[in-house]
């Protein structure tokens, strides 16, 4: 197998068959939709983007809940040749129904169908245009949607899920009073795929939101089910680790020793990259919520080989449940998911990247790069991995927390941050005429609880006063992101301690040390440290602030741009004469303002090796009071759900996207959501990462890049993803509109009738006329083409018509000949 695609096997040669039948492969041209039978096994081969290192292949291997031992041994047996055969590269999987992995129920975006049966149906391909076929289907899920066949009887109905017959010709969904538009169209996209991909496009969809409006579709259910008796039951919730689960990581070495297996705890949370040996092959355990198996590339083949039957063994002497998640990853090919339960993860050859935290303790320089801030709006990606919304030449306003309320600092002060207070920055910036808001939220590291809780308060009543548009970011003290940088324009300076309040009785320190990283305007950061001389570092610039003068200190590796932005610093912390001092012909008197020499970072400049992770997208839900998260692997712009709280994890920032149409509790909830993320992940992460609330409909460059394709018109069309038919109850096409599909019926218009086309067509958002929705321009111009082909259709129809009589004519004609 040589392409990129989806590759996927019926298991028939599991039952016995010849060896030869697991070569036939089943490559699904375009079907989104998986069916299984419970009763088999079946294998899944998927073989993503090619990398330096070869293909990252995954190879899945599905267990039935109603196969047999046998088969389910000779599956795994089958997945080690197969395996073998694919160099060892491979991450293999191991799915049993019902409790399969975010990544396998990914590659079927319509869904799972779950069907009853024997090995004989399991075998039967999949037949279009067959109506013989009595089921009930039992949808969940929202993001990842499974069928499974239930009991065809009102009993195996309830409040909270979509149930679908199907009755061949004609599918009747049937959504519960509980359920929420997601679901609904999770359901419905399920029902057109069963009519597409198995009926040919002939079978009639009809959809029942409410029983009393739809007295057709309930007569024919009815008459397959019989009449209800008794109320209809509550869902069932689904059966998740929560994240505390999850975060109970544990590293463990696994062999066998006279022919026992022996399971020897090494780590437990945070684990680090360097106790995984090369030599040896290692079981790390996320709390019974899923098994990895990682195999050192030294470790011997019968080694690599017992991986999957070691992890079955693990998870029977844990007494762990059967339907327990399996993956096997090789070294240096872990998957994005392993790599994220380690504290640190580096990978061989990468370069230091920007925007890196370090301790002035020991030399860890930053090598700054320079970047091309007009590229931000035509490279969306470059603004996400810069952390850059825009070329930071918005205006800034900036306030402090003040006695609980706002108190607007003097602009002739902007970028100075005392640690003692909490401040409220509103960036305002445009984008293609549209204005923009991001209100940072900046939380010193002295400031009181309750200071900080105003400030979050302040910043919803901010945020409201512009129409909940604004992104609200979280800033912790010390961890500023890029784009706050740049909109201080060089001049951001941190205090450590104090207040910037005008009645502050504390008397300043009469020493104060500062250290400037930064080669421009963009990236430039002062920070105050403690005024010793264990704080100075070779590779930097300090300006030691006295009552005589200000020292301006040049460690033997700064660069001459770090030189220029410190002297533009050193003007703002100080009114005091400026004195350049180069490192190693300091005056007496500096020593003397440090308390004396001491040694300090003195190391050659090198670079650390960059920490890359792959972005996650997550759905977070602790309505029942478990945080629980589901992740969407793969994931684009049409897994944000209007009614959905999603959390993208960058690992330099979280962001928070909320939904329109999302729930109240989760909406205000969502910044503890992504504090107990934060709190509970494996890796041990930092508590103080930026939390950025990005609003659908208003998000920002900096969340849009993460995506590969993204449409900024997406939420602006007005026709809805679900609508129930207003009249008809069974409908051959769907009861339901495309979200992306333009209305014929309407043109763009000014008020006074439709613009020409030279007006629309290759124009720009700005060269647009004013009210023009650039997502409706092509209308006039689509309504002006289908009605010509309208007219045509009729000439032929006519004609078409015309003919048929003529042969109905010529064929009476040679009878009574």
Known sequence: IRRIGLFIWPGSWIAGLSRSAWFHCVNPPSATTLTLTSSLCRFCLSKNKKTSNGFI??????????????????????????????????????????????????????GIIYKKGGVASGFKHVETNMYNIRRLLHVKG????????????????????????????????????????AEKSR????????RDDERGGRAQIGIIDNEKDSPDLMQIMKTVLGERRGALGAATPDEKADELQKANVRLYHVYEKDDNLVVQEIATRPLTQDLLQHEDCHILDQGGFKIYVWRGKDSSKEEKRAAFSRAVGFIQAKGYSATTNVEVVNDGAESAMFKQLFKRWTEKEETQGLGKVYTTSKIAKVEQVKFDVSQLHARPELAAEQRMADDASGKVEVWRIEDLHMQPVDPRTYG??????????????????????????????????????????????????????????????????QHFLAIFKGSLIIYEGGTSRTQNNEP??????????????????????????????????????????????????????????AKIVANIVSKRDKQTVLEGQEPVEFWAALGGKAPYASDKRFQEPTVRYQPRLFECSNQTGRFIMTEVVGFCQDDLDEDDVMLLDTWEEIFLWIGKTSNTYERNEAISSAKDYLKTHPAGRDLATPIIMVKQGYEPLTFTGWFSAWDPYKWSRTSPAYKPHPKSNVNSTSNYQNNNAPSVVSAVTNGNGAYPREVLINKTVDELPEGVDPAKKEVRELSKHWSKCLAKCDLLLSRFIKLCLWLRECTGYLREG
């Open 416 to 481: 100075q941050f005392y640690g003692g207070d909490c401040y409220l920055v509103l960036y305002t910036y445009l984008t293609s005429g549209r204005t923009h808001y991001i209100i940072y939220m900046w939380q010193g590291r002295h400031a009181s609880v309750d200071e900080i809780t105003a400030c979050a308060f302040n910043a919803v009543e901010l945020d409201k006063k512009y129409g909940n548009e604004p992104v609200q970011v979280r800033v912790t003290m010390g961890r500023e992101p």
């Open 57 to 110: 292949t995954d190879l899945h291997y599905w267990i039935g809940k109603d196969s047999t031992q046998d088969e389910q041994g000779a599956a795994a047996f089958y997945v080690t040749q197969m395996d073998d055969m694919l160099g060892g590269s491979p991450v293999q999987h191991r799915e049993v129904e019902g409790h399969e992995s975010e990544a396998f129920k990914s590659y079927f975006k319509s």
């Open 508 to 565: 300043e320190p009469v020493v104060r040390l500062f250290q400037v990283r930064g080669t421009d305007e963009i990236n430039t950061k002062t920070i105050e440290v403690p005024a010793r001389a264990s704080s100075l570092n070779s590779n930097d610039v300090f300006l030691l602030t006295t009552n005589q003068v200000c020292y301006l200190w040049c460690g033997k590796g700064c660069s001459g741009d770090e030189r220029e932005m």
């Open 142 to 181: 929202k993001k990842h949607v499974s069928a499974t066949e239930v009991e065809l009887s009102w009993d195996s109905f309830n409040k909270g899920d979509v149930f679908l017959l199907d009755l061949g010709k004609v599918l009747i969904q049937w959504n519960g009073p509980d359920c929420n538009i």
């Open 187 to 194: 359901g419905l996209a399920l029902a057109r795929s069963i």
